[in-house]
């Protein structure tokens, strides 16, 4: 049993889907099946059942599941310690960030905190199912968030408001409105990127609107979501700022607040240490948002 056949295990159960989890590892899905069938034989029990709906894991498949989870981010942890022990006489922060928003976030401010600290460095990693407890066990420094995944012992730095388009194929009849409403949606599946991070908005759909359900968009690969998208009977409700990453589809404007307060999450043990990157994040968000003073903390 390696790594990559514990990680390629991971995304199948994560995807419930061999073709999707090869997508994700640049390989076939043939590769993918290959290695899950080596590592069955390897610990000896059936770890996947293929259904009509898709693949699930067996009960002892879900345990394993499980243990692989937390191996995974204690290994993730292990070498990022490692990578900054390696590097001597810098301090290296590391970065929790999603593909679809992260470098989006960190790309305004981290290259001029870099220029005004020489001594810094910092290292990337992708985010996982739960990036505040990977955060906590010291998978990363700071990682990119909205106020509500704040939880005991971790603090929540405000850096934008982040407004929500509708995006969707021309394919779809709504892609003719000048704006979309939420009673628009009904009979639309309506996709965002995390449930967790879209609470708010589930919560004012719930309030004017609640046969609107959302869900989490099933497959993060950019291609794939725009594929699904144009079945014509969905919607993505999306940041602005990443919506032309979906071009062919187009973005609305939804006509209702779906905002969020978006910005850095952090161990409040690590403040001190941070002090002068959040500093660096805060002053970067109010210069470029032309607001004339750091944003302050929700």
Not at 16 to 30: C, D, G, I, K, L
Not at 46 to 58: E, K, N, W
Not at 259 to 266: D, R, T
Not at 274 to 295: I, N, V
Request: contains cysteine; hydrophobic residues 40%.
């Amino acid at each position: 049993m390696n790594t990559r056949q514990v990680r390629l295990f991971l995304k199948v159960v994560e995807q419930r889907s061999f073709s999707a989890a090869a997508r994700e590892a640049f390989v076939t899905p043939q590769s993918v099946a290959q290695q899950i069938g080596r590592l069955e034989r390897e610990v000896g029990f059936r770890l996947l059942d293929r259904t009509a709906q898709g693949v699930c894991p067996t009960a002892a498949g879900t345990l394993f599941y499980e243990g692989c989870v937390r191996m995974d981010r204690d290994l993730s942890a292990l070498l990022a310690r490692c990578h900054e022990l390696a590097r001597p006489g810098r301090d290296v922060i590391r970065l929790g960030a999603s593909e679809s928003y992260g470098l989006n976030l960190f790309a305004r401010f981290v290259p001029a905190f870099l220029r005004e600290h020489p001594s810094m460095d910092v290292d990337y990693a992708p985010v996982g199912a739960d990036p505040v407890a990977d955060l906590l066990a010291g998978a990363y420094d700071v990682v990119e968030g909205v106020a509500q995944q704040a939880r005991e012992g971790v603090t929540f730095q405000r850096l934008a408001r982040v407004e929500r388009c509708c995006v969707l194929s021309t394919r779809n009849p709504l892609s003719h409105r000048e704006r979309i409403a939420p009673r628009d949606l009904i009979g639309q599946r309506v996709y965002v990127f995390s449930l967790d991070w879209a609470r708010s908005v589930q919560d004012m759909l719930d309030g004017v609107c609640p046969e609107v359900q959302l869900r989490e968009i099933p497959e993060r690969e950019l291609r794939a979501s725009i594929r699904l998208a144009e079945d014509g009977d969905v919607v993505y409700l999306l940041p602005t700022t990443v919506a032309p990453q979906y071009v062919p589809l187009i973005s609305v404007p939804f006509a209702a607040d779906a905002s969020c307060a978006y910005g850095l999450l952090f161990a409040e043990a690590q403040r001190g240490r941070l002090h002068d990157f959040l500093l660096s994040a805060r002053r970067s968000f109010a210069s470029q948002d032309g607001g004339g003073r750091p944003a302050a903390r929700a």
